[in-house]
């Protein structure tokens, strides 16, 4: 639940972003009469969402057990794979995305309907990564747990908060540094993804689509019981398996390694470009002082 909550949070907050951008630039240019232009798109977006996640919740009914498993496993990969970009399109876009926005709004003024379309894509993007990346949690959440309201509902709480947070940045109550928010929730979820990656890849195992179903590289069942506290909320927050095949653990290793080494020599980058450069040294005089 917590991690789908902070999927939630992060995904809302990025389009609660850019739809605050939008309103507060046309508020401030004196064109409120766009206004109800991007919450059609808004709106637009969230029906679409809203429409792909029950396409993937009630799309796979009726298929066969190995189908199924093969459906599941290829969509968690293919969520891990927006999820993945969006980590690090938010860590190097946070600076710039309100002089970005402001300009494709000054652009879309010119012509009717732009703007609709601007903020369905901007919403919609968030929206439709939100719902495959949840999907995924739901189906494992069912497996371990037998429900999958969990996920759904954390991620409820953590878009209210996004919202909520939105508003108070368009109101100017709320200053948060993006970059060290997106930094510190980047690193989450990039554990978060790695864990869901794996259970994509135990689907495919059990469609028998990739080897190594049986041969494990550890079974702490006992030490971690799939039905105890611990084990459900490793479960729910990091997908963890207390029986683990070497292959989702060779896979799980690989993508945390590459993935957060590039994430964070990216973020390191970035900081040491925004710093301002030293004033330079007065050239020393010749021949000393008189």
């Keep these: 639940m917590v991690a789908n909550l902070l999927i ?73 794979g927006f999820v993945t970009w969006m980590i690090f399109w938010m860590a190097r876009s946070a600076r710039s995305l309100s002089s970005t926005l402001r300009a ?27 719902a495959l990346f949840l999907w995924a949690a739901t189906q494992a959440a069912a497996r371990a747990e037998g429900s999958s309201t969990g996920p759904l509902i954390g991620a409820a709480i953590g878009i209210a908060i996004a919202v909520v947070l939105g508003w108070a940045l368009y109101r100017g109550a709320l200053k948060i540094n993006l970059t060290k928010f997106f930094a ?27 080897p190594g179903l049986h041969n494990l590289a550890f079974d702490v ?13 490793l479960k729910g927050i990091f997908n963890f398996s207390p029986q683990t ?5 060779i896979v799980w290793l690989a993508y945390v390694a590459i993935v957060m080494i590039l994430f964070w020599r990216g973020m390191v980058s970035r900081s040491h470009q925004s710093r301002p450069a030293a004033p330079a040294a007065k050239p020393a005089q010749l021949g000393g002082t008189k």
Excluded: C, N
Excluded at 184 to 193: E, K, Q, R, W
């Design 8 to 80: 939630g949070l992060r995904e809302g907050l990025e389009a609660a972003l850019v739809v605050s951008v939008l309103i507060a630039y046309l508020v401030k240019t004196d064109r409120r009469h766009l206004l109800p232009q991007v919450w059609i798109g808004v709106g637009l977006a969230v029906l679409v969402s809203l429409g792909f996640g029950a396409l993937l919740t009630y799309g796979p009914k009726g298929l066969t057990f190995e189908a199924q498993e093969m459906i599941g496993g290829g969509l968690s990969i293919i969520a891990v």
């Design 104 to 130: 494709q709004v000054d652009k879309a003024a010119e012509r009717p309907w732009t703007l609709a379309v601007i903020a369905a894509l901007a919403v919609g993007r968030e929206g439709l990564e939100t």
């Design 184 to 210: 510190v929730t980047g690193t989450f979820l990039i554990l978060v993804a790695g864990g869901v990656l794996s259970y994509g890849v135990h689907d495919l195992q059990e469609a028998g689509i990739l």
């Design 221 to 233: 069942s006992a030490l971690v019981p799939a039905d105890s506290w611990y084990g459900t909320l």
């Design 245 to 249: 095949t070497w292959l989702e653990l």
